[in-house]
């Protein structure tokens, strides 16, 4: 069917003045059909240049700085002052954020705060519910202790790399600190019992290594915080129309403050962020501190010790364990607050609570670093069981995650939520997985280095390695599910290929198509005399062996169209697997959580190695551990190498900066409610500047604007759309293509961009349309009836525009899937028609 006669029904201008806040008509200001209109573009993932969203490679920065602006061609930059030379059509504009995500080559260093987005994702994920403030609560409160736990994971981690690893075995084994030279200083052996040769000092020289790495992630949380989390959104009077008072909108902005995007303090959680920086940066020096003068205590309490020291040993536990408390505290006292924009900070805590452990820290290395000739450092570093009791923790925390989003799910079901309500909990779970991962991966591959002497070193805690051992069980159940996969896409091709031959019209595998009339002689000449035929024998003879030979390259053709019909098949089959990701996630968290389960028990009941404990046993099972254990090993070992490699690859190369940038774009566009070390959430710069930028054109020229957003650039539109006061809001077209909205964000966070929430949105703006392809694997229809307007969702783009060579696409037309969706004359008719609705009618500039 033609679009462009299937959608006239939406084109017709409205035939009623707009109505005012107060439902007070404006005939007399209303501009005229020369007034300008703007096009504001928001690219998607990936990012772009100016140039390529204007189509022009002359353009100039109307406004913004190197990280983010809003760019017009050159000949547009003073359209307001030539609104005659605009008639019918819009002044386009280009908003370029790519730069937010993948600037220069330090955001490859946020490749190792990867646990600490995920986490931040679970806390988005909550189901939607009403009237449930105390389980809501609950449910944040649970993911923020689960953040604070994978902080505590990784500060560990590397306490044991330097102080267990390194100062405790390495640096008490005289072979390996000879093969280590840089270590023969804190040999007793290799030093002749020099001064930094007592364990309690190399330990708290060591400890300066994890106390600077978590005072890198202060700092790095504290920069971009300033970068970010300071972008103060616009206030609501600031939106409003010039004259327009409070009174007159406040009924309709309680009604958007219903949906949590439309919140005034939504996109300013700097209160927060600052809170848990605070709690985090405490928690990472307390675990030092606790790493460091614990071992002492330990030592100091043995009988026939000095009661000063065991004292002090005392009083130093005490001490760990009253601001392990206020961290706690700390962090589950206060949500966020979305209501208002909260200005306040909480500065004393924000100065004191970090500078209270650090003083504590330092106090714990003097402590540990008393003299004390007897004590020497044999096996592994007391309390090697540390990291048991963090797994134990986090998990009884995602059990408990999951119970509380099981609740909230069955107050309110939603059959498109995805998992039944718990991604969240399993999202948190893959999030701890993954931060145990990389920390038995950086332990063992530094045990596997310091190791390669004559002296066998203990090695990193068992759990680490049971953690390890489970990886290879985890792999074949992935490995399970993408066969699952790859069946699925071979039914769903299938299925697609009768579509797509339906779509195209193919016959006997080929387009049809009714060929010109100066390509049909034999057609026309149907109609002379049969007399005329008989008296050419000879020529039909002739021709016979000729049409035989044209079946030849007719079997050839055939056999390439099949082939394309397969390709278009397997490209839909293939985007449709995006809606298979909630079982394929769902399915990997359990198992993850029953391994980690299993290997801490193991790790528990025997504390030995897998193949230790497996020793005894029956040949097969002791064979299975064994390689469980090495292939463990292996893998996380290649995989660190990988990780390391991929973000040195990215700090020095642009292209692959922007390849992980693209997850940062769907990862980061959260604000940080969980962990205050996840990378810094662009859209808390995004969604203002568009809000700003929207808002200020329209209050200045009172003309229409369309919202055209690409991808990620879509969801980036419809948040800034909802932080408009309803009066600006109304003047708004909105044009989504690729766009994720419903497919994922509905699904994945249907709290605030469920059913509910895009019903709300296409109520109170202007118009709405959203363009999609079968092929796209992100982008998809939003599902909205036509109760509050013309319907959203058009028919799916024909991708490709041809099936095979035509005038029009002499050339084989590509499948375009995600991208260019402009080049499809399908976009230009609807953008048109998005254009022609909006129509001239509508507030004109106000006088001053």
Known sequence: MDRATEHTTHTEPREHPVPTEAGEHQDSDRITPDGTALELLVHGVGGTTPERMLDDPRTVRITGDDTAAVFRRIDDADAEARPADYRGKPVPEAYVWCNLTSGNGSRALWLLLLPFMVVNLAHWMRPTTRNRRRTVRLYGLLVRLTGLTLTVLLVAAACEVALDLTAWQCAGARACAEEHTWLGFLSPAVSDDGWWSQPGRRLALAGLVPAALTGLLWYLSHRTWNEYESQRPMDRDDARPDGETTARVAPDVEDTARVALGRPGFWYGRRLVARLRAGHAAAGFLTVAAAVGTSAARHDRRAGGPAVLELLGWLLNAALVVLTVVVVWVVCRRGRSENRLDKELDEHLVRRLPAGSLALLVLAMVYAGWSRPDWTSAGRLPGDMTFGGITLVQGLLVIALGVVARTLYRSRPDPRTAMYGLAGPAVAMLACALGGVMSAGVAQRVADWLGGTDDALPGPPVLLTWQASVIPPLLLVVLGLLGWLARRTWVLRRAEMAAVEREYDVVKGRPHHRRPAEERPDEEAEGRPDEEAEGRPDEEAEERPNEEAEERPNEEHESQDAGRTRRIARTRAMAALTDRAPRIIGITSTVTLLLGAGALAGALATRETPAKAAHD?????????????????????????????????AYKDASARRTIGILWDVGTFWPRAAHPFAPPCYAER????????????????????????????????????????????????????????????????PAHFGPEPLASLHREV?????????????????????????????????????????????????????????????????RQHLLARIGPELPGPRKS
């Open 617 to 649: 046993s029956y040949d097969c099972v002791a064979g299975a551990a064994e390689t469980a254990q090495t292939l463990g090993s292996w893998l996380i070992g290649v995989g660190f190498l990988l990780f390391v490699t991929w973000g040195r690859r």
């Open 686 to 749: 995004a969604v203002p500047d568009l809000t700003w930028r929207m808002a200020t054109w329209t209050r200045t020229t009172g003309g229409r604007l369309v919202l055209s957003g690409h991808s990620q650039g879509s969801v980036l539109a419809a948040a800034a759309a909802w932080q408009l006061t309803p009066s600006v809001r109304k003047r708004v077209a909105l044009l989504t293509y690729g766009s994720p909205l419903e497919r994922l964000y509905g699904r994945w966070f």
């Open 766 to 830: 202007d118009c709405w349309r959203n363009l999609y392809r079968l092929t796209d694997p992100i982008g998809g229809p939003v599902h909205l009836t036509s109760r509050y307007g013309p319907q959203v969702d058009a028919e799916p783009f024909k991708d490709p525009l041809a099936y095979g060579r035509t005038g029009a696409h002499p050339l084989p037309a590509p499948i375009l899937g995600h991208s260019d969706y402009q080049a499809d004359p399908a976009f230009g008719d609807e």
